[in-house]
């Protein structure tokens, strides 16, 4: 029961940190401290995607599973959790790659608005709408 709850603790964490990879430059835009976390998040996220890694958690994960009797599954938590979810089922490493490219663009994105708002000269009766 205790290794079940691990790995599924786990589970949730790793959800997390994908959708923190994904989203959390979302948040430097009202928070820009919050870049110190997010740059090597996205760029560990962008570099598991091109290179087709596993995350080392993913191997903890299964091996909770098996220590709680619990069915495991092959191949890494995307692929037994996202991968459902959010890509169609012909999953291959080549739309593994262009996930990891829009990560890519979509962080640049964010990341330079948020630079240009900070760099922009404020204009006294403005606001940012």
């Not at 430059?25 to 996220?45: D, N």
């Not at 290179?51 to 299964?62: M, Y």
């Not at 009797?69 to 080549?94: H, K, L, R």
Request: some cysteine; aromatic content about 14%; overall charge positive.
């Amino acid at each position: 029961m205790l290794y079940k709850l691990a790995a599924d603790s786990i589970v949730l964490i790793h959800f997390g940190f994908i959708i923190f990879v994904v989203l959390g430059g979302l948040l430097v835009l009202s928070w820009p401290k919050i870049a110190w976390v997010h740059i090597p998040a996205a760029a560990w996220g962008v570099w598991i995607e091109l290179s087709h890694g596993v995350c080392p958690i993913t191997p903890l994960e299964q091996s909770l599973r098996d220590r709680a009797g619990a069915t495991n599954y092959e191949g890494s938590f995307i692929n037994q959790y996202i991968v459902p979810i959010i890509y169609p089922p012909d999953f291959s490493p080549q739309t593994a790659q262009v996930f990891g490219f829009a990560l890519m663009v979509f962080t640049m994105t964010v990341y330079s608005v948020a630079i240009y708002r900070k760099r922009r000269p404020r204009v006294a009766g403005s606001s940012d709408f």
